[in-house]
């Protein structure tokens, strides 16, 4: 049986790291040795809709160019998710998101992450155009081509 030697004060300061700097995984090599320390990231609550009445005095929302009829997986435009994980919008926490509504994007740009068993998965735009609608929120869970935004 072979013994492994363990650096608990290596370990002890990637774990602070980790934790201080708000990261969900890191790792460190050393010739042959390797410690690699992640934590599960935390399942964001699916957005809860609130009734135009049940926000007292605010506004109903326009409507956004039939979205409420037409079923965005159906729309020519729509860039669905190319696997089950969660949908991050910006490349780190705290950054700017990839895209806005309203931005124009080439082919290839990356329009999001969606992350899938500690794997950071770029989503690519399928073609060229403007963004239109972004159907999920920073850090929601996400299906299986589920769309995700709409490309005009």
Known sequence: MTKIKVDN??????????????????????????????????????????????????????????????DPANHPGAVKSPMVGTAYMAPEPGARPFVSIGDTVSEGQTLMIVEAMKTMNPIPAPRAGKVTHILVENEQPVEFGQPLMIIE
């Open 9 to 70: 004060d290596a370990i002890t300061a990637l774990a602070n790291l980790l934790h201080d700097n708000d990261l969900s995984e890191i790792e460190w090599k050393q010739g042959d040795t390797s410690i690699r320390i992640s934590r599960a990231a935390p399942v964001a609550a699916p957005p809860v809709a609130v009734a135009p009445a049940a926000a007292a005095g605010a506004p109903a929302p326009a409507p956004a160019e039939n979205m409420a009829e037409e």
